[in-house]
Structure formats: structure tokens, C-alpha cells
């Protein structure tokens, strides 16, 4: 097994109206490149943060290297030239040009010459293909090269892990391609990476693991496989997929059907579904529920309808289920009705268990 170079138990981080962090845990061995996913909010940034004692947790231990960072004994200034962090908003020197920017901490910390010092400078601006922008200052580049240059200096301190919080997110979308090639660089040579990103592309090609997280925590974590093909939570799979949600509960043959039809439109307006598809899900709505399944209903009936629309496939799902006994509208239902489902449908199936359950596709 690799070597394990951090190592965080129980970290909890508490603000005075927010806990972002309840109870992290997570191991990170050497060579693991892992994206850190999830919604606003969700102590991702606050987590890095931690990890470089740039904030203090509440609670919980962290180790680097065996050693515990999170002791009052530990000398932090050291461990930290181990640890390097690419921020959002890149912190270069204004009054440094940029080969100045990238030696003056190797030559300064880690008492490197001036000379050595230079030279890898120059090796790693042209990893990030910024050498010629060597004598530059940082106002007469553009955001994506001021980001390039952050990590080129992050990178000359020779850390053991880099830490990167949202290091696109500050950028035009044009400049954002540039900085995760040369993330992907320092990926492929084996470098240790803690990525905290809202590109999901990315996080599934460079990434050897995944964390998302939510409600306080690592709320799931496996191969980019696992969590963006197969994700097995609820939260989780809403979030890869972006999912939008819509769901009604029926219990009266009397139920408002107008309402309801108004409330599916407004959904779809106010999650941009196309017009079409709005207008597919609420004919579907009235064939399969009102024309054939509520009229079939005995007394205490509960028919359950879930709308799901998908942002990053622009599908929709509808799925219907409802108690009593077997009842496909598909096959035993009104026919007009089945030739309009079938036909503004991509796919459709009915299964009978516990419940009657029909799941209904649109493209």
C-alpha cells in the first residue's frame, strides 16, 4: 500500500452560525489526485483550510507524514513548506516579476541559491508554458497565466501535497482550460493533489479518487467511476447529475389537475427545461394518471408522481407509483392514450411489486 501522508480524524470546524465540518475523516496516500465535489456551502474550501492550520479546527486530529499538525507542539511554518496551496484568487507579489515570485520563498525558506533557484524557475515556467513571461509582472498577465504562474511557485518548494481550492473559479471560461492542463501535468508526473473544483470533466479525468461532500462531511467517496457513473446516494447522484426535482402526491379522484399541470409548467420554466418537454411531461401527466390510473382507483388510493430532469443529460423522468392491485394502463389502459405516451416518450416500463410502478423517459 502507498505511503499515507494525510491522515484526518473526526475533524470538526464550528463558526458562530455554522458548522460546516462535523465529523471528516479520510486517509490520502501518496500519489492520490482527489477532487473535492459537492454543493456551496458544504465546508470544501473550509476543509483545506484546515488541513495548512489556515483555520484552527474546533476539533479532530490531523497527521502529515506521522506527524500531528493539530498538536500545539507542532512547529506549522515547517509543515507547511511540505504542503502547497494554489488559492482561488492567486496572491502573487505585485511589485515581484514573476521569476521573483516563483524563488523568492525556495530562496528565502529553504536557503536554496539564488542561481538553483533560477533555474528551476525556469524549468517549471516552461512546464507551465509561461517562460517567456519570466521577467513579466503579475498586472501585465491575464488570469489564466497569473494562475499557471501560482502553482509554478507552489510547485518549487518541492511539496509533498498541493492543495488546491477552486483554483478556476476566479477565472473567464476561456483562461480555465490552461490551468487544468497544467494540473494535469503535475498529475501525470505523480504529484499528490487535494483539489477542491466545480468542474465535474476534470474532476472525472485526472482524479484518482473523489470526495463529495455534504451534510458535515465526506458524504461519499470512490473512483471517479463509482461517483460519477454509479453514485450510491441519493445527494450525491442529484448533485453529478444535477437533478431537479417535482413531486406530487394524489389521493382523491377530485384532485386539483389544473393546479397541478400549472405547477409541473412552472417547474420546467424555472429549471429551463424546454418548452416541448414541459409540454410532453404534462400531456404524459394527464394520459397516464388522470385518463387512465385515477379513474381505475379504488377508495384509499395513493398514487406518487416524481418528476426528475437531468441538466447534464437534458433528460427527463417521470416515475408514477401507486397501490392496489396490478394495473398496467400500458397494455390494459385507455389506447389513445398508450399511442400518445408511446410516441412522445423515449422509453417506457411498468413492473408490479409492493406497488405498481411506471417510469416514463423524454430526450
Known amino acids: 500500500m502507498s505511503e499515507c501522508l494525510i491522515k484526518i480524524e473526526h475533524l470538526r470546524k464550528e463558526y458562530p452560525n455554522v458548522v460546516p465540518l462535523k465529523d471528516v475523516n479520510a486517509e490520502i496516500y501518496k500519489g492520490d489526485v482527489i477532487s473535492?465535489?459537492?454543493?456551496?456551502?458544504?465546508?470544501?474550501?473550509?476543509?483545506?483550510?484546515?488541513?495548512?492550520?489556515m483555520d484552527e479546527p474546533t476539533s479532530g486530529r490531523v497527521f502529515i507524514n506521522n506527524e500531528e499538525i493539530t498538536d500545539s507542539k507542532c512547529d506549522l511554518s515547517k509543515v507547511r513548506q511540505k504542503m502547497g496551496m494554489v488559492f482561488q484568487s492567486f496572491n502573487l507579489f505585485a511589485n515581484l516579476n514573476i521569476i521573483?515570485?516563483?524563488?523568492?520563498?525556495?530562496?528565502?525558506?529553504?536557503k536554496m541559491p539564488k542561481k538553483e533557484a533560477q533555474e528551476l524557475a525556469c524549468e517549471l515556467l516552461k512546464?507551465?508554458?509561461?517562460?517567456?513571461?519570466a521577467e513579466n509582472f503579475p498586472d501585465e498577465l491575464s488570469g489564466g497565466q497569473k494562475q499557471r504562474v501560482a502553482i509554478a511557485r507552489a510547485?518549487?518548494?518541492?511539496?509533498?501535497?498541493?492543495?488546491?481550492?477552486?483554483?478556476?473559479?476566479?477565472?473567464?471560461?476561456?483562461?480555465?482550460?490552461?490551468v487544468l492542463t497544467a494540473i494535469k501535468i503535475l498529475a501525470k508526473e505523480g504529484m499528490t493533489m487535494l483539489i477542491v473544483t466545480h468542474e465535474m470533466r476534470f474532476a472525472k479525468d485526472v482524479s484518482t479518487r473523489v470526495f463529495y461532500m455534504d451534510e458535515g462531511g465526506i458524504y461519499e467517496e470512490g473512483t471517479p467511476e463509482q461517483i460519477f457513473n454509479n453514485p450510491q446516494k441519493e445527494k450525491t447522484r442529484a448533485f453529478i447529475h444535477r437533478l431537479k426535482k417535482y413531486s406530487v402526491e394524489i389521493t382523491s379522484k377530485n384532485f386539483d389537475f389544473i393546479e397541478t399541470v400549472a405547477q409541473i409548467e412552472e417547474f420546467g420554466l424555472k429549471n429551463n427545461i424546454p418548452s416541448k418537454m414541459i409540454g410532453n411531461i404534462q400531456l404524459v401527466f394527464e394520459e397516464i394518471v388522470s385518463t387512465n390510473i385515477v379513474p381505475h382507483m379504488k377508495d384509499g388510493f395513493t398514487i406518487n408522481v416524481?418528476?426528475?430532469y437531468s441538466e447534464l443529460s437534458g433528460k427527463a423522468v417521470m416515475k408514477v407509483e401507486y397501490n392496489g392491485a396490478r394495473f398496467d394502463p400500458l397494455k390494459d389502459g385507455d389506447e389513445l392514450s398508450v399511442k400518445i405516451i408511446e410516441k412522445i416518450t423515449s422509453e417506457v416500463s411498468y413492473e408490479y411489486g409492493d406497488l405498481n410502478t411506471i417510469v416514463l423517459t423524454f430526450e
Open 36 to 53: 473535492v465535489i459537492g454543493p456551496s456551502g458544504t465546508g470544501k474550501s473550509t476543509l483545506l483550510r484546515c488541513l495548512n492550520q
Open 100 to 110: 521573483d515570485n516563483i524563488t523568492v520563498a525556495p530562496i528565502t525558506l529553504l
Open 127 to 133: 512546464k507551465v508554458g509561461l517562460l517567456e513571461k
Open 155 to 178: 510547485v518549487a518548494m518541492s511539496p509533498d501535497i498541493l492543495l488546491f481550492d477552486e483554483p478556476t473559479s476566479a477565472l473567464d471560461p476561456t483562461m480555465v482550460s490552461e
Open 306 to 308: 416524481d418528476i426528475e
